[in-house]
């Protein structure tokens, strides 16, 4: 991939989990790191879930590879979180794509 392809600046959130003083759990998401990423817009809809209109976007995102990114990460683009719901390794090690 042409490095002039990941032209979007995202952060990548990550989920942790703290106590509080009467040790409960407390889930706070804090930015793991920011980096370049190529945005692809694979399919909108919508449809009707439990009586109500409910809206989707499914977004693909590509980014240098690494590997701490899991299903308890979400991308932040433009003020709008896209929960990650599935990674792919391209190439070896080269690339990751993201599914939101």
């Given at each position: 991939?042409?490095?002039?392809?990941?032209?979007?600046?995202?952060?990548l959130k990550t989920k942790t989990v703290t106590r509080d003083s009467w040790n409960h759990p407390e889930v706070t998401y804090v930015t793991l790191d920011t980096v370049w990423?190529?945005?692809l817009e694979r399919l909108?809809?919508?449809k009707i879930?439990?009586?109500?209109?409910?809206?989707?976007?499914?977004?693909?995102?590509?980014i240098r590879y690494r590997?701490?990114?899991?299903?308890?990460s979400y991308i932040e683009y433009d003020s709008q979180k896209y929960w990650?719901?599935?990674t792919r390794e391209i190439g070896r090690k080269e690339l990751l794509l993201i599914f939101t």
């Open positions: 991939m042409n490095a002039g392809e990941l032209d979007r600046r995202v952060d990423a190529k945005k909108a809809g919508e879930g439990e009586n109500q209109l409910v809206s989707s976007n499914r977004v693909e995102w590509t590997n701490d990114i899991s299903a308890d990650i719901t599935a």
